[in-house]
């Protein structure tokens, strides 16, 4: 999906080194490291790699090559600009390994946590406006109910937590998925943050999907520097988890080889939406997974720890979306069911919206209606499980009777027959099986 939102007001580039509120050794240590894992030689390359404008990528080769580190190789040839080069002197080699030696981390310059903060306020996740007809655009391959749509819009508006309940296979997930797709615009995503001169690396090409930048844009606009390019243009992102989810993987990663941290996933799904589905089919208690969230759920931050066992405050800008088959008095207390702001159930369709997902289904698998087989599986098949309907179970019988059809030879059709077929496979009788 390739557009150009201004919606999100995107990060400004830093102006100067004064900009960049970083340790100095550490940004220098970056830049030794960056020459050294990536061969860069010309201002123009390192500033590419750094995510730098090219005057601050400069300093930072000049006050290097005051300190030995770094030395002229003289101009190079026309093709290249008639730019001067540069590459690291014995010195420079060895205190780039020292500095691997105690980070292994190179590349884009991280952005400190406080002007990181900023950003994130500018393309807050509470910032976005969902309308009625954006929400139906996105659940357009859902056959849902008016009273559901009217629960949902102002429930995504608000940006807080979302509760949703029910029986399985009614599409807790997909209406999930309706809803990040309902977003549509971008987030600006830093591919590193720092804290503490340590670095904790956010962007991950899994969990974000780059913008590119449109090819048709006018040259002067693609060469020019529009944001602060230690971030990566990228749509609202989505986490989605399910019974893996466990509390361990709420806290930083720190990878002992790199030595550098790994932002969590409620971190790395900041301005868009964190998915926990399945809720209850975790290892961990759904009180406890909640119990972790309070203070991030009510207060909008975070409290994630270094190594060292200092703690520090994250932004915590996440709509959060639980899904679970369980009633919610079933798993949680009073308490914790007060800190998530919306409770929605997700009932089964009625027949008439059953009917219609039927119709739906079958016209996109290419198998044409039949008026008795329909007339059968609500009057014979649907009273011997009480008329309760699911929007899996068109999917399940038509995928069916198209498997018998393929394995008989025979062209796609539905009859009474192939339903009996199709439908003794949806469920699993209560027997004794001896052992």
């Avoid at 404008?53 to 003289?74: C, F, M, N, W, Y």
């Avoid at 939406?273 to 975070?302: C, H, M, T, Y």
């Amino acid at each position: 999906m390739n557009m150009i939102p201004t919606a999100v007001l995107a990060p400004p580039p830093p102006r100067n080194m004064e900009d960049m509120q970083l340790p100095p050794v550490m940004m220098r240590d970056i830049l030794l490291k960056t020459i050294f894992r990536k061969n860069v030689n010309m201002v123009t390359e390192i500033s590419e790699a750094l995510g730098l404008p090219v005057p601050i990528s400069q300093e930072l080769v000049d006050i290097a090559r005051e300190q030995k580190l770094l030395e002229a190789t003289g101009t190079l040839s026309a093709g290249a600009g008639n730019e001067m080069g540069y590459q690291l002197t014995d010195a420079g080699k060895a205190r780039a390994l020292d500095a691997l030696g105690q980070s292994e981390y190179f590349g884009a310059m991280p952005v400190p946590l406080h002007i990181y903060k900023e950003q994130v306020e500018r393309q807050s996740i509470k910032n976005i406006q969902i309308t009625r007809d954006q929400l139906v655009n996105a659940m357009g391959h859902l056959v849902l109910p008016d009273s559901l749509l009217s629960h949902l819009g102002p429930a995504v508006s608000a940006g807080r937590s979302i509760l949703m309940y029910g029986p399985p296979g009614n599409g807790k997930s997909s209406i999930s998925n309706g809803i990040r797709d309902a977003l549509g615009d971008q987030v600006y995503v830093p591919r590193a943050i720092e804290y503490a001169g340590q670095v904790i690396t956010v962007y991950d090409p899994i969990v974000h999907t780059l913008i590119e930048q449109s090819a048709d844009a006018p040259d002067q606009l693609r060469r020019s520097k529009r944001f602060d390019s230690r971030y990566v243009a990228c749509e609202r992102p989505t986490v989605v988890t399910g019974g893996e989810l466990t509390l361990s993987m709420l806290d930083l990663v720190y990878n002992p080889t790199a030595r550098t941290y790994q932002a969590p996933l409620q971190l790395k799904s900041t301005g868009g939406i964190f998915i926990v589905d399945d809720l209850g089919r975790q290892e961990e208690s759904p009180q406890a997974l909640i119990n972790r969230w309070i203070v991030p759920l009510e207060e909008s931050k975070d409290i994630l720890g270094l190594q060292s066992g200092e703690k520090f405050e994250v932004p915590f800008d996440t709509l959060v979306i639980f899904s679970t088959n369980f009633h919610p008095n079933e798993i949680f207390d009073k308490a914790a069911l007060r800190r998530i702001f919306f409770k929605i159930k997700i009932d089964g369709p009625n027949q008439e919206n059953y009917l219609k997902i039927f119709a739906l289904v079958a016209r996109k698998k290419g198998i044409p209606l039949d008026e008795s087989t329909l007339v059968h599986l609500l009057k014979k098949k649907y009273p011997t499980i009480d008329n309760v309907y699911a929007n899996y179970q068109p999917v399940f019988l038509i995928d069916q009777m198209i498997a018998i059809c393929e394995f008989e030879g025979i062209p796609y059709q539905m009859s009474p027959d192939l339903i009996d077929r199709a439908w003794a496979n949806m469920f699993v009788k209560d027997e004794v099986i001896v052992k």
